[in-house]
């Protein structure tokens, strides 16, 4: 068997913090990535304010562009497609081959000579600003209403993008996108949330961030965020826990069948993520959810709405009945839970895309009409 470079697969299908990609790990070879013709850009918004009311001078936002923007005949972009990235991952997470090479070819939904691809890093992300920059635990303590603020105008000011034709957002990025629906409900014609539920995180899924965000605080190592190197302690209790919310049961019941296998394993992904991963982003981006809760403005969310989850999703778990109690409230949405099978990854679902890809290609079907009315 050959395993899956761990530092790959983790960063790009999901993220460090949501190690779905476990689930996916097996005695196969993954076909070679296309290289896709993306365009680097770093917007600065100065003097940025946060929810806090903590400022910073500049905050950078890095993002990666496919293809090239159309404007009709007023001048509005209308073929800008903004995908959104889970916690802990970056633009280039969804240029996995799972994803991109599934969607962004030739006559693919995402085809990239017709629609203009946005992938930003989010705040606390990738090569945009955040507290492995210098400020540690200084750093604004940002949420997710911060980082729809800044990609609204990283948006319009940075790349004179006016309008969507669709967001679609993966686990963070999904509760980012019901957020846009309700904050700019007119900005995109559509939107594609995937693998998240909006409602407040608690429960279980609030006490596994929290017990991750109390590993590390509770090393001395970490020493308040002022380390010189990091908390490896606390880390591993934190990406432990990522394991157990990420994984996906039948995938690594599959893949590591052994107690020397799946324990063999183990020590290799959780090295691997210590080995890589900043406690203080790490503890910022995990508690960005802090205060997220769509559910009492759903019914101000008017644009078209296609959710997805996966019954193996541990971290959105679908015995608790949210979602077909929460999308009643939209009046233009759907909800798909994708039965559990051996094309399912956990959480990481969202990243298949050819699970879900002729649910996408009927709803950009049925929005283009909406589209072109607007």
């Not at 070679?32 to 365009?39: A, E, G, I, R, V």
């Not at 009709?72 to 800008?80: E, I, Q």
């Not at 996108?177 to 693998?195: I, K, M, N, R």
Request: hydrophobic residues 40%.
């Amino acid at each position: 068997m050959t395993p899956i470079s761990l530092a790959r697969l983790t960063r790009n299908v999901i993220c460090p913090i949501l190690l779905v990609a476990l689930s996916t790990i097996a005695a196969h070879s993954q076909p070679t990535p296309t290289k896709w013709p993306s365009q680097d850009g770093t917007y600065v918004i100065k003097n940025f304010r946060f929810g806090t009311g903590e400022t910073l001078p500049e905050l950078k936002l890095h993002y990666l562009t496919l293809g090239q923007p159309h404007r009709d005949a007023a001048g509005h972009t209308d073929n800008g497609i903004l995908l959104l990235h889970g916690t802990g991952g970056d633009a280039h997470s969804l240029l996995n081959p799972v994803f991109s090479d599934v969607l962004f070819g030739p006559g693919q939904p995402f085809d990239i000579t017709k629609f203009f691809i946005i992938l930003p890093d989010d705040i606390g992300h990738g090569e945009s600003s955040k507290p492995s920059d210098g400020l540690h635990m200084h750093f604004p303590q940002y949420d997710y209403d911060d980082m729809v603020a800044s990609q609204h105008t990283m948006l319009t000011d940075g790349l004179h993008v006016d309008h969507l034709r669709l967001i679609l957002g993966t686990s963070m990025g999904c509760m980012q996108s019901f957020v846009w629906g309700e904050t700019f409900p007119q900005f995109s014609d559509a939107l594609a949330p995937f693998a998240c539920l909006p409602v407040e995180l608690a429960g279980r899924n609030r006490m596994w961030r929290y017990m991750a965000m109390e590993s590390i605080k509770h090393d001395p190592a970490w020493n308040n965020g002022e380390y010189t190197t990091e908390p490896a302690e606390g880390l591993r209790g934190a990406n432990d826990l990522i394991i157990i919310a990420g994984g996906a049961p039948l995938q690594l019941q599959k893949n590591f069948p052994t107690r020397v296998q799946a324990e063999a394993f183990i020590d290799r992904a959780i090295a691997a993520d210590i080995a890589r991963t900043d406690a203080n982003n790490f503890l910022y981006y995990v508690n960005a959810s802090r205060n997220y809760n769509p559910a009492p403005k759903l019914a101000t969310i008017t644009a078209p709405v296609l959710w997805i989850n996966s019954a193996d999703d541990f971290i959105n778990p679908p015995e608790l009945g949210i979602a077909e109690k929460m999308v009643t409230r939209m009046p233009s949405a759907k909800f798909i839970l994708i039965p559990i099978s051996d094309a399912t990854r956990g959480h990481g679902t969202h990243t298949q895309a050819i699970v879900w890809k002729q649910y996408l290609i009927d709803f950009l079907a049925q929005t283009e009409k909406t589209a072109e009315k607007k």
